[in-house]
Every structure is written in C-alpha cells, then in structure tokens.
C-alpha cells in the first residue's frame, strides 16, 4: 500500500488528502509509415483533423531479455481477428527455425482485433510472422528488436526513493532524480553500474515539510523530485521540494546546480526559490538571455520568519513561470543558509531589472472554472518563447513571451478519459518538450494521448477550437488500446530519427501494470507502435516514468515501482 501511494501522487497532486507525492524515423524508412488517421488504431474517437484515412498494415516489434532467456513481440494493426476460431501464429526465424501457436495457447498473451501479444522462451527476434484468421492470412515481419534490461539504484537511508526524472549528457551518462530522495544518482558508462551521490544539506531537521502519521515534521527527505535537466556546459540541475503542506513549518523548493568536473573547487550549487510550499516541477534553459526557468504551483499557505517572528499567511497563491540569472542570483553549498527566511526581497519589484533577482511572471486563467494549479514541464524554444504544460487546471498548452510579458493558450480537444480526475485535471498534460522543428510535444496523461502543437505557422485560429472541437494546429496520436480508466502516460523523449518514445504508466498499478509498456510515435506522425509489456520479462510491475536517449541511441526510463533503472538497446 505503501508504494502505491508514492506512486499515486506525482500524477494526483491535485489531491491534497494524499500525503505522498507522486524514434521517428525518417518517413522514407519509418516502420509502418501508411497513410493511416492520426489515432485511427485507437478506436477512443480523439485523433488529428489533418490525416487522411487508409489501411493500416500490420507491424511486429519485439523485445527480448537474456537472463531469463524470452522473448515478447507485440503486433499493431487492424482486423486482426480477436474472435478467430481458426486462430494461428506461427513464427518462421531467420535461422531456419520455427514456432506455431493456437489461439488457445499460452504462448498467446492477447488476441484482439488491433493487436497480438506473444511470449516464447528463446531469443526471436529475426524473421516473420503468419497470422492465420477465418477470413485472411498476413505475413507480418519481425521490424524492429531490443534487448532490455535493468539496473539497480542504491537505496539511501532513511528513505524509500522511487525514479521520476532522467536526463543524459554528451558522456553517455544518465543522471536520475527521484521522489522522496536524499541523494541523486548517475549511471556510468566507464563502471555499467548507477553511483549514489550524496546530497549536502543544512545542520537541523531540514528545509522541507510533511506531516507524518497526523504530524507536522521537517524533514531533509525531498519528497518531489520531478525534473533533471543538462545545460549546454554539461552541469546537471535538478529540482527538489517538500510534500503538499499547508502546516506550521516553512516548506521550501530549491534548484541545485551538479558539476561533474568540479570546477571552481565546489561541485555543488543550491538556489534556495523565495517564498514557501512553491512546489517547484518543471526546469529549462534559457541560451538567449543566460537564464534558468522553472514552473511553480498555486498554494494556500506560506510559513516564514522575519524580524524573530513566524508568520503565517493563507489565502490563494497563483502558480508561475519564473527565471533567474544563476551567476548573479545569490547561492549557497546547501550547509549554510536559514531555510525558515521566505527570502522574499529576492523577488523582482515591478520595473526593477532582473538581472540580480527572481522574476515572476504569474500565469493567467484562461479557462473559466479551472485555477492555474500546477503547471508542470517547461522549455524554451529556439525563438525565447517559454512552453509550459499545464498539468492541474486547464487542457492547453502555453506559451510566455518573456521580452513582453504576454502569455497565449493553445486549448486542446475534449478529454476523453473515463476517470472522475477529468473534472479537475482536465487531460493532465504533464510532460512537455520541443521536437527538432520547433513543435511542441506533449503527454495528455489521463487521455493517454501524445499530442503535437505545430508551430510553423501559428495564427489565432490556433488558439480556439473549431465547431468541431478540434484545434486545426494540433495533432493527437491516442496509444493503442490504453484503458482510460486507469493507464496514464508520463514523460517523453526524442531519438535521432525523430520518434517521440514514451512510457505508460498507471494510477493502480496492481490494475494495470501488466499491460504498461514503452512506444513511440513515428516521425511523420502517422502512427502510433507500442512494445511487448515489460511485465512479460520481469514478472514484477511495470510503472514507466522519465525517459530519455542518450548519444548511442539506448533508451533509458525509470522503473517506480520496481525502483530501479530500465533500459532498451536496438538490436
């Protein structure tokens, strides 16, 4: 119950009864690159305005681990015959080799109309597949092929930390943030194994806040650990803060700045974010104007001292984008600042230059009914235009214009999922990144849908729906036969030939978890592959997080409820 928990309240943090938080390639050689709708293998009714329909020809990818020795190959498509009598698989290797399955076989994990699951105890990765129906024979080839497998992440006292968030560097390290997390963690290429990192933090119980079993407590354990992210010098960032609180202790987020190399004889850095309950998730890198971004959440409640009194104040504080210059802002080592100060005489005052202070930019109400809540990912685009998902409060995207101040909203279609959070998180856009033509890329997580913002040529008929209720600059790929009760997706990463891969997850994982899997959407945004389950190879469950693609093309996620680091190597 525990773990279900933790797991529950990156995705509910809406919900302040919950004391936890929680590949394209190019069109020319992109697997299964018809002309197919945009959602069309989906079956949910949300797909793009902009595709045209025609028949969507089978695709195999299979996925194989070593130890135990299997492997998965998952079939998308159409018209597979979920009801066949005849049912028959049978698999021809490139060795010479073969398998043939019944429908009744336990080799057949799912027979549907849109897709086949199989698992054989050998590796099967080279060759074709007939699928035998009542009314039809097709030959699918085995296209695509990964090795999976896992690392362990080192516990840390004291603490039961779970990953969220990764990022890679030009090194070929992977970095890992965590929720409920004292340290943080990088996988080495030089070792093959994930190396802990401790954290420096203030003498005393700490800068955070929680309550625990009924208690109000400060505590060093930082419960959100949502984003990590690499700038252009190769210092990894990462950001941090207390559980969703409004008691009697000061609850502060920071952003710590990690040098690999230890330059200027400190490795760390620590941007103690003025105010209090900020609940910082999302960080970027602004290039243009030498600036750091982050995103923070509205919150009725900030503790902090001044002049040797404590005060309290409550009362509504709208969610914001904000931006920093880290070489001019004050910083500390993490040892020695009085984490109870709000540092409030940080924030920029209205027409004062922002280059020694913490400018605020609070987001707009665009959608009557619906506060800011939570805002969640951020990036800025080569432009200087600041993106941001809006994960608690409203279905768009948004867009900041910082040379002006002026905020613009992008509505995205109905919802679509069945779960009764629709009413208060909308889509839940949680992960939001730039692709290399400058679109914008979501994760609709209650919807289960990627989603793209065409930038080429915004207007403002972008910035309504049609009488339709579509946006005609918008572009949705639904994943294919995800139960919107329940399955969630969560974060997304770009590989070199354009796919946008992602990582399913759950809300109950103990529903759902053995069908969570990884995919991605083609280049050219036609369609949508989904991968074998994991739970296939592990028996354990599958819950997918942050996800990203380091120079070699492996692609690395993070495994919540196993508490561990997965990864996929293209065979």
Known sequence: MKKLLIFIVIFLVALAILDKAINHPDSANTPGNENTTTGSNN??????????????VPIAVAVFTENPTRTGIEITGKNLGASSAKGKIEINLSDGSKLSFQLEDSEIVAWKNDHITILVNKIATKGTIKVTTDTATLDVPIQEAYLYDWLSIPRTANTNASPLALASDTKGRVW????????FHVWEPSTGQVRQIQIPLPPGDGPYATVYLGTDARTGISVYGEDIAIDQDGYVWFTEGGDLYGGKFPNHSRIVRYDP??????????YNIP???????????????????FTSATHNSEVYLENGQTNHITGLVGSKLTSFDPERV??????????????KNLICKKDQSDATCYHEYPIPIFTPGFNTGVPSHIAVDTSGNVWYATYWGSSYIGRLNPNNGAFTHYPLPKPIATQPLVSTLGSGIWYLGIDKNNNIVITETLDSTMTRLRTSNLNSSCEKLDAKGNNPCIDEQPVPHANLSNQLLHSLAFDSKGNTWFAQTSENPNDFSKVNALGYVTADWKRTILLPPLTLFTGTTFTGTGITIDKNGTIWFGEYIGQR???????
């Open 43 to 56: 079956g949910n009714g949300k797909g793009s305005t902009t595709q045209t329909p025609s028949p969507v």
């Open 330 to 343: 004050p910083y500390n080592d993490g040892t020695s600042i009085d984490y109870s100060s709000a540092s």
């Open 261 to 270: 190399n230890g330059r200027n004889g400190s490795q760390f850095r620590f």
């Open 565 to 571: 680091l997965g990864r996929l190597q293209k065979k």
């Open 176 to 183: 890992i943030n965590q929720e409920f997390h004292r340290a």
């Open 275 to 293: 105010g209090d309950n900020n609940l910082v998730i999302g960080i970027a890198f602004d290039t243009k104007r030498n600036r750091v971004w």
